[in-house]
């Protein structure tokens, strides 16, 4: 599920960049407050662990296939979410510095994509309700872990496909009309988000067994302490509103990408079968046409007059031939350049 | 110089891991902390650094060890650990060994002159901006004693400083061992080693001291020795030989 | 070799070229952090159909390559993890946008087609300039640079740590993986039945060893502060860098340089 930077424009990766340095901020905050400098080993050593753990292959049984562990979950049921994240980012950065999975500028939407959702709503709204016995307090301890083991994973892989279909689509990249590619993405982690869930419980199990004491809120004795079921919801829900209502206003005044994939190509039929009417939905609205000047006046890139312009066969052409001189020139360079560096290591 | 007065130790309500061990170390004295695994070795030692808290009363340099301490004894005392992976937790050795003395205070000018000098007594100054995991094991073990001797230690401690080296790379550090002139505690299971480096051994069994006194004598004790599950060093192994033949 | 060893392999491999000597491993690595971060934005920057105008953003990657004396083909093995979703998500495109761009030889390009070419360019074009960055930086300047650009501490105190341990770990799986494989030898992956105990196993041992890392750290007095190595401090060579390639990216990004030499030719 990474991104690379290709998939986002520079406003979304930003803007993703910006909300997972705002998560990051608050994650800092707390732990400082913690005061628990014991964590920062244990932060670092989980993430080295959770890298060396995704090397892993699990078959799956019944299928020719193997599944992995994305460790959101893993380290916000083992650190806390706050330490979870922190320890996540640094997952990703190692895999985006060493191995260029993910980009340097897709380092906001992944972090965004795979920690935050694992690590806060995994543990807000899943773990520590669950394991506080608040919901599916009837049954033992053991089948809790994997009860919110499972889910957590689900729910937050189902929110990262998402966020990752959302940014792709409103960064302009792809033609795929954002019905057909979230109806492609959001099955297939589905099943992702179940086997990552099934290793999880396995693994949490585990510790559970061995030793009890380093899972979180499991046994915890204060049973009323922290926020109570519907509050989480309720937060959440106004977090979910806000997160929602910025990006589709974010959408909004930037058409090129939402409006290609809500509208589709007026060919495929698909603005039709959708039933919506571009005319009378938003583009054409007095918002959208200011936002869309106030795009156009500061946009980093003016639009191109290729599409339908009568010179393009022209510009082609001339574009082709210039390609094909400099990559002559560049070979040619890079020759001469080697035969300049073995005359060099000869001399000395 | 370290004194340890009827100190004991347990983890929440097992059998007591340190029962009542007393013992007194002089300045410049090499001694050798030996026993069967679960003697206790890493407990007392854990205990002198104030990593555990204990009953009973510990000085080192006439300063008590407690939580007020902490900062002043952890200056005079350098730990070696048994796993040169744990102690080395920077990418490359030259940021390892700058850790201690600049969170001590020292510029860093000072620092760069200290850890020169190190490096060179060690005869690894090529190691110096190498990463830390791709050392090998003898590198490695060497590194870990040039990151704590960058704090001047005036007491080492070490922890099986000889396990998993080569002949040649446990010869190395049994020469270093010996040219520092700090106060040694050395634990291991080594005796050969203890034999060549300290010259008192204090053994410990269930927690107890069972026997403190000199080197030759307590190795040389076949029978306390198998008593406490240890094994007579080869050199004497060899002696012994010679003599029935 | 399992994954892990794989992985070890190319973590050196890392290692190796960022203690490299070239030029471009001289330069601060502030600035080079600090190019490469615009030049991979200025690539992102460009518009879906404008592929010829990003060509010669090409000349960033090519001079590096040229000078430090790296290898592409080093660099074009680390597209394998983002490049295959890239395509996947590409290649819907041809067959979305079906406007007929230009008809060449009698072929018809649509808008399509460009579009997805652009997009495979971009990607390799990103991914060549954050290899070239970390094939010619090591990565405790990265972090000092890091610091200069005021990231909190704690996030590049976690990436050094981590950074030594993940060699660490990753040995350790690889280690456990070919013991579990050299008693079922048939088997491709961990089977059901010890999902939760293998990485459980290195799970405990590892907060053991955290434990043990955190006694070290003490012991040598950590108060809540690291030192690294100096990041060489921002030169007039460095200086001259960065405004070149700044002002070359510039250039590039507003003049379809490809197009203006071809149209010297073609009249």
Redesign the interface.
């Known amino acids: 599920m990474h991104m690379a930077d290709v998939l986002l424009s520079p406003t979304v990766a930003t803007t993703m960049y910006a909300a997972s340095t705002a998560a990051a901020g608050v994650s800092i905050y707390r732990l400082k407050k913690e005061n628990n400098p014991e964590k920062i080993?244990v932060m670092a050593v989980s993430a080295a662990l959770v890298f060396a753990g995704q090397m892993i292959n699990y078959t799956i049984p019944g299928t020719g296939s193997s599944g992995h562990i994305c460790g959101g979950m893993l380290l916000s049921a083992l650190l806390g979410p706050e330490a979870g994240f922190l320890s996540m980012i640094t997952v990703l950065m190692i895999q985006c510095l060493f191995f260029a999975d993910g980009g340097l500028m897709a380092l906001g939407a992944n972090i965004w994509n795979m920690a935050f959702y694992g690590c806060f709503l995994g543990y807000y709204l899943i773990w520590r309700p669950i394991m506080k016995g608040k919901i599916f307090g009837n049954l033992d301890t053991g089948k809790r872990i994997v009860l919110a083991s499972i889910l957590g994973s689900i729910i937050s892989l189902q929110c990262g496909a998402f966020s990752v279909v959302l940014e792709t689509t409103m960064s302009g990249i792809t033609n795929l009309p954002f019905g057909v590619f979230a109806g492609l993405m959001l099955p297939i982690h589905l099943a992702i988000g179940l086997v990552e869930g099934l290793i999880t419980a396995a693994i949490l199990t585990f510790v559970y067994q061995a030793r009890p004491e380093l899972l979180m809120d499991v046994n915890s004795s204060e049973k009323e302490s922290g926020m109570s079921l519907k509050k989480t919801l309720g937060i959440l829900t106004v977090i979910t509103l806000l997160v929602g209502g910025g990006l589709s206003l974010y959408a909004s005044s930037n058409p090129d990408g939402l409006e290609w994939a809500l509208f589709g190509n007026a060919e495929e039929g698909y603005a039709e079968n959708m039933g919506f009417d571009e005319e009378d939905y938003g583009v054409a609205s007095a918002m959208a046409d200011s936002a869309a000047q106030i795009q156009e006046s500061t946009s980093f890139l003016p639009d191109y007059a290729f599409k339908n312009s009568d010179s393009a066969a022209g510009t082609t052409v001339s574009g082709i031939v210039g390609s094909a001189i400099v990559a002559c020139f560049a070979v040619l360079l890079s020759v001469v350049l080697k035969l300049f560096r073995n005359k060099s290591a000869q001399s000395m | 110089m370290i004194e340890f007065k009827e100190v004991s130790f347990q983890y929440s309500s097992e059998r007591k891991v340190i029962d009542h061990v007393s013992f007194h170390i002089e300045k410049g004295e090499s001694v050798g902390l030996i026993g069967a695994n679960g003697a206790g070795k890493s407990t007392v030692m854990?205990l002198l650094?104030g990593?555990l808290e204990g009953e009973g009363e510990i000085r080192i340099s006439d300063i008590p060890v407690n939580r007020k301490n902490?900062?002043a004894i952890?200056?005079i005392?350098?730990?070696v650990?048994q796993?040169a992976?744990?102690?080395?937790?920077?990418?490359?050795v030259?940021?390892d060994m700058?850790?201690?003395p600049?969170?001590?205070g020292l510029s860093k000018e000072e620092t760069e002159k200290k850890i020169d000098e190190i490096l060179r007594l060690l005869d690894i100054q090529d190691l110096k901006h190498r990463?830390?995991?791709?050392l090998s094991g003898g590198e490695k073990r060497m590194t870990a004693i040039a990151?704590?001797l960058a704090?001047e230690p005036q007491i080492l401690l070490m922890d099986e400083p000889t396990a998993a080296l080569d002949p040649y790379n446990r010869r190395m550090v049994i020469n270093i061992i010996n040219k520092l002139p700090q106060t040694k505690i050395i634990t291991s299971h080594d005796l050969d080693m203890i034999l060549d480096t300290c010259d008192r051994v204090i053994l410990l069994g269930n927690g107890k001291i069972v026997a403190d006194g000199k080197c030759q004598d307590i190795l040389s004790n076949q029978k306390l020795l198998e008593e406490n599950r240890l094994e007579l060093p080869l050199s004497f192994m060899y002696q012994k030989e010679k003599e029935l033949l | 070799m399992n994954k892990a060893e794989k992985a070890l392999y190319e973590l050196?491999e890392m290692?190796e070229l960022a203690n490299g000597n070239s030029l471009i491993h001289h330069f601060s690595a502030l600035i080079k952090l600090l190019v490469t971060i615009i030049y991979i934005l200025t690539v992102m920057s460009f518009d879906r159909y404008n592929l010829s105008g990003l060509i010669i953003m090409a000349i960033y990657p090519y001079v590096l390559f040229q000078i430090s004396g790296l290898s592409f083909t080093g660099c074009l093995y680390k597209l394998r993890f983002v490049l295959p979703l890239v395509l996947a998500i590409g290649i819907f495109n041809p067959l979305f946008d079906r406007h007929v761009f230009v008809v060449l030889a009698g072929i018809p390009v649509t808008y399509g087609w460009i579009s997805f070419f652009t997009i495979a360019v971009k990607g390799i074009l990103a991914i060549s300039a954050s290899y070239l960055l970390m094939a010619t930086t090591k990565?405790?300047a990265i972090c000092k640079a890091m610091r200069k650009l005021h990231i909190p501490s704690i996030i590049t105190i976690l990436l050094?740590?981590t950074?030594?341990?993940v060699?660490?770990m990753v040995e350790e799986v690889s280690v456990m993986t070919n013991a579990y494989h050299l008693r079922a030898p048939d088997q491709k992956g961990i089977h059901y039945t010890a999902w939760g105990s293998f990485l459980g196993q290195l799970l405990l041992r590892s907060m053991d060893?955290a434990k043990?890392?955190y006694?070290?750290?003490?012991?040598?007095?950590?108060?809540g502060?690291?030192?690294?190595?100096d990041d060489q401090p921002v030169g007039l060579k460095d200086i001259m860098y960065f405004l070149i390639w700044i002002i070359l990216f510039w250039l590039c990004r507003s003049v379809n340089v490809v197009q203006w030499i071809g149209s010297m030719f073609v009249r």
């Open positions: 080993p | 854990k650094l990593l902490l900062s952890r200056k005392c350098g730990f650990l796993n992976d744990d102690q080395m937790f920077m990418p490359t030259y940021e700058i850790f201690g600049r969170n001590y990463y830390n995991h791709k990151t704590v704090m | 050196n290692d990565i405790d050094l740590l950074y030594r341990y060699s660490l060893r043990e890392l006694n070290a750290m003490m012991l040598r007095g950590y108060q502060e690291f030192y690294y190595v």
